[in-house]
């Protein structure tokens, strides 16, 4: 299947490898990381199941495109931008789709198993019948970043969205949030930074307190009154759009701002809830709340660059409830996760394989 974009044909570059006898190294997985604020994807060589997976992996291109949530986008432009990364990475990589091994696209919006079989079935008519074809939510690579392919334990993510997802070793799962900003994802960064414009409007009003919010995101957003927020948020109320204004809350928020702080210690509540749900659900903790379990923590809203540290108040909020919590900041990027589930699927299927001749 061909798509047509500005820049010519995405897999054009295919025949001009075959023709200068290119594209015929080794075998490779694709991973990608589909998200509300932009899809990463790269391309991995297969190391050989007999060996430990080298840490890091190996990289051999990555390719980074915009947002690829259907139920942000749409789904032709979503399947464009997914088609488009990966032939940016195979083309990077000097590989073809004819040395593709694995694809693992992981995607945000992918939330029921007729999702999945859509974009399986999109992809069956992309690639040879030889590649195995894997289709997961976004939090799964995320997980996967910080348990190198295993899946054990939960993830949170909180970005743009948020979700709390969690697998047990014999693969029940579990999920909170993630259901959207309409449906109440508040510890998100759309979440905190539309409370935000809605705590200026109620200032402006008078029906909420004074807050330094006012004066820092009209500044921010080059405005004069808070009136021109209605127009500047509905013409174009895209989610990455608001969630940009997460930093402005935080910095109000560290000033002392009562107001900001509050959104703030909303989120961690809400973050922390999520966790809560699905660990109770898949008894992570165990029986008696006591064992031991990884929280891989993944988004730009958990990460500690600041005082105000969100995703260190939700680990304490988690730690009362459950001190067994492991949290794991992954050292590589959700996308590498997903090749890394692929990795370990092939590498399993290998291993029954040689048992069995």
């Not at 030889?130 to 054990?152: I, K, P, R, Y």
Request: hydrophobic share 45%; net charge negative.
């Amino acid at each position: 299947m061909k798509k047509r974009y500005r820049n010519g044909e995405v897999w054009d570059f295919e025949h001009e490898m075959v023709i200068s006898g290119l594209g015929m190294g080794p075998e490779v997985i694709l991973g990608l990381d589909g998200g509300t604020t932009s899809t990463v994807c790269v391309c991995i060589p297969i190391v050989p199941f007999t060996d430990h997976l080298p840490d890091p992996p190996p990289l051999l291109a990555r390719a980074v495109a915009g947002c690829s949530n259907h139920n942000s986008v749409g789904e032709t432009a979503a399947r464009e931008t997914l088609e488009q990364v990966m032939a940016e990475a195979l083309s990077k990589s000097g590989s073809t789709r004819s040395a593709v091994r694995a694809v693992c696209l992981a995607v945000s919006g992918v939330n029921h198993p007729t999702d999945q079989q859509r974009i399986l079935n999109w992809l069956s008519a992309i690639f040879p019948s030889h590649v195995q074809l894997f289709v997961e939510n976004d939090a799964v690579a995320a997980l996967a970043s910080g348990t190198l392919g295993e899946l054990h334990g939960c993830v949170l993510i909180a970005g743009t969205g948020t979700i709390a997802y969690g697998f047990t070793s014999d693969r029940r799962d579990a999920r909170a949030s993630g259901a959207g900003p309409i449906l109440g994802d508040w510890g998100s960064g759309y979440g905190i930074a539309a409370q935000a414009l809605t705590a200026v409007i109620r200032s402006h009003d008078g029906r909420g307190p004074h807050t330094s919010l006012v004066c820092r995101i009209l500044q921010e957003l080059d405005l004069i009154s808070p009136d021109e927020l209605i127009g500047w948020t509905y013409a174009d109320p895209s989610w990455a759009r608001i969630a940009a204004l997460v930093p402005v809350v935080i910095t109000c928020a560290e000033a002392g701002d009562q107001v900001a702080n509050k959104i703030l210690l909303d989120a961690v509540q809400e973050l922390a809830s999520s966790v809560k749900a699905v660990v109770r659900r898949l008894e992570l903790c165990g029986k008696d709340g006591e064992e031991h379990f990884p929280l891989v923590m993944v988004g730009g809203i958990l990460e500690a660059n600041k005082r105000w540290d969100i995703g260190k108040e939700v680990i304490a909020c988690i730690s009362k409830d459950f001190p067994g919590v492991l949290p794991i900041r992954p050292k590589v990027e959700p996308a590498i996760g997903a090749a890394l589930l692929a990795w370990n699927i092939l590498m399993k299927q290998s291993r029954r394989d040689a048992l069995r001749s």
